[in-house]
């Protein structure tokens, strides 16, 4: 796993020291480590106000939690903008490296925007991560990023689920954020791959919105009677389907797959409304991001990418 370099090992290779040289003159790595002697502020923002970061939040607080038994004060600010919109999030942006916490941790609408603003916190020597969507390997990540691979195979489990054959739809969520970009490319290339018989026939974004994912089903349903199936590529996609589908009376009749999970996704798994979802780790994103941000002020290496994994969430696995 790659790992940010020590400012103390840089220095000594500078100075043609090899480790046995630099121990044997008395240099003691501990002491490149900062003891923390202040109270941290921490600012999260999200891609938008969205319930699938509520187990983020809980995380993140059970950190900082955590920490203040070991004496560790950390003011956690969540700070997400109400819609999936570019340029409020970088106004965001550029508003939080203005109030210079000691730690941001960024999730990407879009890298295309958002890199500029992010350099310009390591620039002002912020403590920087992003989460939930990367901006690029020059920041260090914490959350899942095999977002193409979930899309092929939930491509996978729809075409098998209604025969190898039909009309489908994606519901694209949010035309620059890249996990959602990734998601529909996997579905699009599998299902051309391996499964020719099954015609997509529709693409709209959702724009991470259930009334909109409502709304753009209903209309979906009407224009295609014969559709088997649906694809909604973020968490709010496959519940605003199930939504439009159950006040068609269609309940159980299309298949519903979705990119993420909700509270309200796993009764309707459990109905049959809903087939499956892909499901992550949220809390662990905000459990660690709080962790690595705390390191990161104590000078501590971290990790480049922090994996926190996924899974194919159907009736099955829910029941188990």
């Given amino acids: 796993m790659k790992r940010h370099a020590l400012a103390g090992v840089v220095a000594a290779s500078v100075l043609g020291l090899g480790a046995g040289q630099a121990l044997a003159s008395g240099f003691d790595q501990a002491s490149l480590i900062t003891p923390i002697d202040k109270p941290l502020t921490f600012i999260f923002i999200?891609?938008?106000?969205?319930?699938?970061?509520?187990?983020?939040?809980?995380g993140a607080r059970a950190a900082v939690a955590?920490?203040?038994?070991?004496?560790?004060?950390?003011?956690?600010?969540?700070?997400?903008?109400?819609?999936?919109?570019?340029?409020?999030?970088?106004?965001?942006?550029?508003?939080?490296?203005?109030?210079?916490?000691?730690?941001l941790a960024v999730s990407c609408l879009d890298p295309a925007?958002?890199?500029?603003?992010?350099?310009?916190?390591?620039?002002?020597?912020?403590?920087?991560?992003?989460?939930?969507?990367?901006?690029?390997?020059?920041?260090?990540?914490?959350?899942?990023?095999?977002?193409?691979?979930?899309g092929k195979d939930m491509a996978d489990f729809l075409g098998q689920k209604?025969?190898?054959?039909?009309?489908?739809?994606?519901?694209?969520?949010?035309?620059?954020?890249?996990?959602?970009?990734?998601?529909?490319?996997?579905?699009?290339?599998?299902?051309?791959?391996k499964y020719p018989n099954v015609k997509i026939v529709f693409e709209q974004p959702d724009n991470d919105d259930m009334q909109t994912a409502v709304t753009l089903t209903?209309?979906?349903?009407?224009?295609?009677?014969?559709?088997?199936g649906i694809y909604?590529?973020?968490?709010s996609a496959p519940v605003g389907a199930a939504r439009a589908v159950m006040g068609a009376n269609k309940g159980g009749q299309i298949v519903?797959?979705?990119?993420?999970?909700?509270?309200?996704?796993?009764?309707?798994?459990?109905?049959?409304?809903?087939?499956?979802?892909?499901?992550?780790?949220?809390?662990?994103?905000?459990?660690?991001g709080v962790m690595y941000l705390v390191a990161m002020n104590e000078n501590h290496t971290i990790p480049a990418d922090h994996d926190t994994g996924a899974f194919l969430m159907d009736k099955a696995t829910l029941n188990h």
């Avoid at 209903?218 to 088997?228: F, G, I, R, T, V």
């Avoid at 990119?259 to 662990?284: H, K, M």
């Fill in 218 to 228: 209903e209309n979906a349903l009407q224009a295609h009677p014969n559709l088997k």
């Fill in 113 to 150: 925007t958002n890199t500029e603003l992010l350099n310009e916190a390591l620039d002002q020597k912020i403590n920087l991560i992003t989460f939930d969507t990367s901006c690029g390997g020059t920041y260090p990540f914490v959350g899942h990023r095999a977002d193409e691979q979930d």
């Fill in 256 to 288: 519903i797959t979705g990119g993420g999970d909700l509270a309200e996704t796993y009764p309707l798994i459990d109905n049959g409304v809903i087939a499956a979802v892909t499901a992550q780790r949220q809390w662990e994103i905000g459990y660690w």
């Fill in 162 to 193: 209604i025969g190898g054959s039909g009309e489908v739809g994606i519901l694209n969520g949010s035309l620059t954020a890249p996990n959602h970009v990734a998601r529909a490319k996997g579905f699009r290339e599998e299902m051309a791959a």
């Fill in 66 to 103: 955590e920490l203040k038994k070991e004496g560790i004060s950390v003011d956690f600010i969540w700070d997400a903008i109400p819609q999936a919109d570019v340029d409020q999030q970088n106004r965001r942006i550029e508003t939080d490296i203005g109030r210079h916490p000691d730690g």
């Fill in 46 to 58: 999200p891609k938008v106000v969205h319930p699938w970061y509520l187990p983020v939040q809980a």
């Fill in 232 to 235: 909604g590529v973020d968490a």
